[in-house]
């Protein structure tokens, strides 16, 4: 079984070389919603996806797995990034856009290089766009690479970049790093969110992440709401935002930055 899902993967190795090479990605997004009063702009999380010879669209659980072993994700990081960017100096009123969670893999997370390429293209894009980024990073690669991690986080920071630990709850979940890493949102897993209703430890879990959140001045997302008694339960809780097909199904990024205008006849 190992060894067919390696075949399997090493054929997507050329396909993400040619991918990159011929920008053949593409880039979604689905919005983060306030649970609680107005959102002031658009809040959303990039998603990649892959357009292959049909047009047809790929999500990113078919070809990131591949993009990790063949130490591919960093140059898909570099690439999302700055696209985003572009996107956003794009725009003919900035200010229409609160904030774009972008992921980080644990890859980059881990790479001096990457490091240095990220921070020089935040300098260049320049405040108005720093100050509505936030860049996702999920706590099992914080919890691998930590030191790398933290000081990421610091010179990200600095520049007015929001950091926002992706997937919490799903890996070791030691609060005690919450006190090292400088983080501004946190994430809480789909799998706790989803289990909640039926779930009384996945629900007192889900507590004791919003309370540690709180305490520390940390604003919640809620993953993967899927149900509306699901997002009732996150507002009861007093998570801040909530993020599912529920509320939005993602779409390329240029709808969500720019909806196209409805014609009223």
């Known amino acids: 079984d190992s060894l067919r899902e390696h075949n399997q993967q090493a054929r997507w190795a050329p396909r993400l070389e040619r991918a990159l090479d011929e920008?053949?990605?593409?880039?979604?997004?689905?919005?983060?919603?306030?649970?609680?009063?107005?959102?002031?702009?658009?809040?959303?999380?990039?998603?990649?996806?892959?357009?292959?010879?049909?047009?047809?669209?790929?999500?990113?659980?078919?070809?990131?797995?591949?993009?990790?072993?063949?130490?591919?994700?960093?140059?898909?990081?570099?690439?999302v990034l700055n696209r985003v960017i572009a996107q956003l100096e794009a725009l003919a009123d900035i200010a229409v856009v609160q904030t774009l969670c972008v992921n980080v893999s644990g890859q980059s997370l881990g790479d001096r290089a990457f490091h240095r390429d990220t921070i020089g293209a935040l300098e260049r894009a320049g405040s108005d766009v720093c100050h509505r980024l936030c860049l996702e990073i999920t706590e099992t690669a914080v919890i691998t690479n930590m030191c790398d991690a933290v000081e990421f986080a610091e010179q990200v920071r600095a520049?007015?970049?929001?950091?926002?630990?992706?997937?919490?709850?799903?890996?070791?979940?030691?609060?005690?790093?919450?006190?090292?890493?400088?983080?501004?949102?946190?994430?809480?897993?789909?799998?706790?969110?989803?289990?909640?209703?039926?779930?009384?430890?996945?629900?007192?879990?889900?507590?004791?992440?919003?309370?540690?959140?709180?305490?520390?001045?940390?604003?919640?997302?809620?993953?993967?709401?899927?149900?509306?008694?699901?997002?009732?339960r996150v507002e009861a809780i007093g998570i801040d935002h909530a993020q599912g097909f529920l509320l939005h199904e993602p779409e390329p990024l240029e709808n969500v930055l720019c909806p196209p205008v409805s014609v009223v006849a």
């Open 23 to 79: 920008d053949l990605f593409v880039l979604h997004a689905q919005r983060i919603t306030a649970v609680s009063g107005e959102a002031d702009g658009v809040h959303a999380e990039v998603l990649i996806r892959l357009r292959d010879d049909d047009h047809k669209i790929i999500s990113p659980g078919a070809f990131l797995p591949a993009a990790e072993r063949f130490h591919l994700a960093t140059r898909i990081d570099r690439w």
């Open 159 to 232: 520049l007015g970049v929001g950091i926002a630990l992706d997937d919490f709850g799903a890996g070791a979940s030691s609060f005690g790093y919450l006190k090292n890493l400088p983080v501004d949102v946190l994430k809480i897993d789909g799998q706790y969110i989803q289990a909640m209703i039926d779930d009384a430890l996945a629900d007192a879990a889900v507590r004791c992440f919003v309370d540690v959140a709180r305490l520390s001045g940390i604003s919640t997302v809620a993953e993967f709401v899927d149900r509306p008694e699901v997002l009732e």
